[in-house]
C-alpha cells in the first residue's frame, strides 16, 4: 500500500498540469520519451510496448486561460482543440516527444495538422480507425494502420517494438481494464461507496502514468473505496452520456451528484473502458487489438458501426444498470455527441425513459447553472 | 389553519408569498436583492410577515427558490424556480401547458403537465438577451426608467429592426438609430420584438403548447406581451401577480410538504 488516499492522489495528479507531469517523469526516467494521446481511445499498447509513457492530452481543464489558440479556430469549435493548442503554444508541451491524434472528428483532424505545422519537433501522426466496421477487410486494414503506426513509433522510441512486447503491454493494460470494471461494479452495487467524480479523478490520473503504477494505484484505491461502509441513499439513479472526448471539471460531475444524481455508468475517460472485455495475447498482437476495435468495444458516438442502432447501446445501458433516467452531458460544440444526441432523444422517448440535456465547457467555472437545470431534472421525476 | 411561505430570491428582486391551506394568498412582499442574498431573505420574510400580521412560528413550512435558494437559511426545503414557476403558473391559470419566465438575468421555457409538472424546460446560456437585464440597458442607453418601457413602445408606428441582440452591442444599435432621427417608441418597439423572437426561437426548443403564460418581472412590459402575442399568435395568460409566481409556486409546494407532515 503506498498512500492513505489513492482517490486524493488521483484527484492531485489529475489537476497537475499535464507539461508539469512530463516533465516530472522523465526526470525520473532520464531518456525515456513520451508521446501524447488524444481522445477518444488510443491503442497505447504500442506506445508502452517502446518504454515510452503514453500520456492523455486532453485539453487544458478549467485551470488555463486560452490566449493564444482561440486567434487560429473558429468561435464555434469545442474548448478541448484549441486548450489542447494552447498547451502547445505555451511551451506546456516541450518535453512531449510525439502526439497521436484519431479519426474522432473534423476538428481534431484538423488539430493534427495544426500540431504538425507549429510543433515540427514532435512526431505527430493520426490513426485512420475503421469506418466500415462490416466490411470483411476492416480488421485487416486496422492491423495494417497500427502497424504503420508501430514504425512510427519504433523509429521514434530508436528501438523495434516487438509483436512480443506488444502482447505484454496488451495483457498489462488488460488487468487496469480489469481493476477499471471493477470500479464500475461498486458504482452498480448501490451503497454509493464511490462516485462519479473519484472514478473519473482516477482515470484521468490513469491516463498520466504507466499502466504498472496506474495497476498499483486501482489496487490501492480498490482496497479504499471497497472498506467504505457506503449506504443506500434517495437519489435519482442516472446513465450520464456524451462526454466521452472534451472532460468536464471534476466540480461539475459533483455538482450533478450533489443535485441529487447517482451516476450509476458515464462515458468519462472513455478510453480505459472501450473493450468489452480482455484483448487477446495470442497470435499477431495487432490483429488482436484491431479485432478488439472492430467487434469488442463499446459504442461511442466517435464510432460509426452501423451494424446496430446507434441509440440502442444507451438503451440497453439504462436496462442493465437499472438506472431511471440518462443526462445527455456534452461539451459545447461537439458535432458528435450533439449529432448523436437526436437519436438518443428519440430512442430514449419511444422508451419513456427521462432524460435531460446539459452542455458544459472545460473551463466553466461556475456551476449553478448546470446544478440548477439537474435539479429541476431530479426534482420532475420525484415529484412526478 | 395551515400556512406556509415561498421565498424566491432573484437576481434582481427577492420576492415572498404567504398563502393559507385555502390556497389563498395571505400576504407577499417584493425588494431589490442587493448584494446581501441572506439579508435579503430575511428582510422580505420579515417584511411578508409584518404585511400578513403572522410571525415566523405561525408559518409552518418556508421553500427556498430562485438562484439564491440556498441562502434562505430559514427554508426548509430549497425547490430549483423552474420547479416553483410551473407550480405558480398551473395555480393560476390551470390550462397552462408553456410557461415563459422572463427574469432580471435569465430567460426560461418549461412545459408542464396537467399538474403543473415539470414535463421539459429549457434556460438561456451566457447571454443576456431574452432578459430584464437588457432591457434594462436598453433603457438606460435612452434615459428612461424600465417601467416606462412597455407603454411607450406601444405607440411605435415604425419599429425599427435591431442588428444584435447582444446587451451591451444593443446601445450601438440604438445611439445609431437615435442618430438618424428614429423616435424612441420605435427603438423600444424594436428591442421588444428581438427579445420576443430570440426567447420564442428558445422556448421552442421545448415545444409551445397553449395556453402560455408569461411569468417574471419582464411581464410587466406590456410592450413584451404584445410583441411575444404578435409572434406566437395566440394570446397569452398574465397575471398581475406574474412577478410572484416563483414565490408563490414555493409556497404551494410548502403547502404540500406542510399537509403531508400533518397526514403522516
Not at chain 1, 505545422?117 to 505527430?124: K, S
Not at chain 1, 502482447?167 to 498489462?172: G, K
Request: glycine share 8%.
Amino acid at each position: 500500500m503506498r498512500v492513505a488516499d489513492p482517490v486524493q492522489e488521483a484527484k492531485d495528479l489529475s489537476e497537475t498540469p499535464v507539461g508539469r507531469v512530463i516533465e516530472s517523469w522523465k526526470s525520473a526516467h532520464p531518456g525515456a520519451k513520451a508521446v501524447g494521446w488524444f481522445p477518444v481511445f488510443s491503442p497505447i499498447e504500442l506506445t508502452h510496448a517502446a518504454g515510452m509513457l503514453p500520456i492523455s492530452i486532453a485539453g487544458g481543464g478549467n485551470q488555463m486561460e486560452i490566449a493564444h489558440a482561440d486567434s487560429r479556430f473558429q468561435s464555434f469549435v469545442c474548448s478541448i482543440i484549441k486548450s489542447t493548442l494552447e498547451l502547445g503554444l505555451t511551451g506546456q508541451l516541450e518535453n512531449l516527444d510525439g502526439m497521436i491524434f484519431h479519426s474522432i472528428c473534423d476538428p481534431a483532424k484538423n488539430l493534427t495538422s495544426v500540431f504538425k505545422r507549429n510543433f515540427p519537433r514532435l512526431m505527430v501522426d493520426f490513426i485512420h480507425f475503421t469506418q466500415n466496421f462490416a466490411s470483411p477487410v476492416a480488421e485487416e486494414y486496422l492491423a495494417a494502420e497500427y502497424g504503420r503506426v508501430r514504425t512510427r513509433l519504433a523509429e521514434l522510441a530508436g528501438t523495434e517494438i516487438t509483436d512480443g512486447q506488444i502482447r505484454s503491454s496488451i495483457a498489462t493494460y488488460n488487468r487496469v481494464r480489469e481493476r477499471v470494471r471493477r470500479l464500475q461494479g461498486i458504482r452498480l452495487n448501490g451503497r454509493n461507496q464511490l462516485s462519479a467524480a473519484e472514478t473519473a479523478a482516477l482515470l484521468r490520473a490513469g491516463g498520466r502514468m504507466m499502466p504498472e503504477d496506474f495497476l498499483t494505484l486501482l489496487d490501492d484505491a480498490l482496497r479504499v473505496i471497497s472498506s467504505r461502509p457506503g449506504k443506500a441513499r434517495d437519489l435519482v439513479h442516472v446513465v450520464l452520456e456524451g462526454s466521452f472526448c472534451e472532460q468536464p471539471p471534476l466540480e461539475l460531475i459533483q455538482s450533478i451528484e450533489e443535485a441529487g444524481c447517482s451516476i450509476l455508468e458515464d462515458d468519462f475517460e472513455l478510453g480505459f473502458r472501450w473493450f468489452k472485455g480482455d484483448i487477446s495475447t495470442e497470435g499477431d498482437p495487432l490483429r488482436a487489438l484491431a479485432h478488439a476495435y472492430i467487434d469488442g468495444s463499446v459504442h461511442s458516438a466517435v464510432k460509426h458501426d452501423l451494424r446496430y442502432r446507434k441509440a440502442a447501446p444507451l438503451v440497453e445501458k439504462v436496462r442493465r444498470t437499472g438506472a431511471q433516467a440518462v443526462v445527455v452531458l456534452t461539451a459545447k460544440f461537439c458535432e458528435p455527441a450533439l449529432f448523436d444526441y437526436a437519436l438518443y432523444r428519440e430512442a430514449l422517448e419511444e422508451n419513456n425513459i427521462p432524460h435531460v440535456l446539459v452542455e458544459f465547457e472545460e473551463k466553466m467555472w461556475a456551476f449553478d447553472k448546470i446544478r440548477s437545470e439537474i435539479e429541476t431534472f431530479v426534482e420532475s421525476m420525484m415529484f412526478d | 389553519m395551515l400556512i406556509t411561505a415561498g421565498v424566491d430570491v432573484g437576481s434582481t428582486q427577492t420576492k415572498a408569498v404567504l398563502i393559507d391551506d385555502s390556497r389563498a394568498i395571505r400576504a407577499s412582499a417584493i425588494i431589490d436583492t442587493g448584494g446581501h442574498i441572506s439579508k435579503a431573505a430575511e428582510r422580505v420574510f420579515d417584511e411578508v410577515l409584518s404585511t400578513g400580521g403572522l410571525c415566523r412560528k405561525d408559518v409552518s413550512c418556508v421553500v427556498g427558490t430562485g438562484y439564491g435558494r440556498f441562502k434562505v437559511q430559514f427554508g426548509d426545503i430549497q425547490i430549483t424556480e423552474i420547479s416553483c414557476h410551473a407550480k405558480g403558473a398551473v395555480f393560476l391559470f390551470p390550462g397552462t401547458r408553456t410557461v415563459i419566465d422572463m427574469g432580471g438575468q435569465d430567460a426560461k421555457g418549461i412545459r408542464v403537465g396537467l399538474n403543473g409538472e415539470v414535463d421539459d424546460f429549457v434556460m438561456n446560456d451566457k447571454c443576456a438577451a431574452g432578459t430584464g437585464r437588457f432591457l434594462s440597458n436598453a433603457s438606460e442607453t435612452l434615459n428612461l426608467t424600465l417601467d416606462a418601457v412597455g407603454e411607450l413602445s406601444l405607440r411605435a408606428e415604425r419599429p425599427v429592426r435591431l442588428s444584435t441582440v447582444c446587451s451591451v452591442f444593443v446601445e450601438s444599435d440604438i445611439m445609431a438609430y437615435l442618430a438618424q432621427g428614429k423616435k424612441v417608441e420605435d427603438i423600444l418597439a424594436g428591442v421588444n420584438s428581438a427579445i420576443a423572437a430570440r426567447t420564442i426561437a428558445l422556448v421552442r426548443r421545448v415545444g409551445i403548447v397553449p395556453e402560455v403564460t408569461f411569468t417574471g418581472g419582464v411581464s410587466r412590459n406590456i410592450g413584451m406581451i404584445r410583441a411575444l402575442e404578435t409572434k406566437l399568435g395566440m394570446p397569452l395568460n398574465v397575471s398581475p401577480q406574474s412577478q410572484l409566481v416563483g414565490a408563490l409556486g414555493a409556497a404551494l409546494w410548502a403547502m404540500e410538504h406542510a399537509e403531508s407532515a400533518v397526514r403522516s
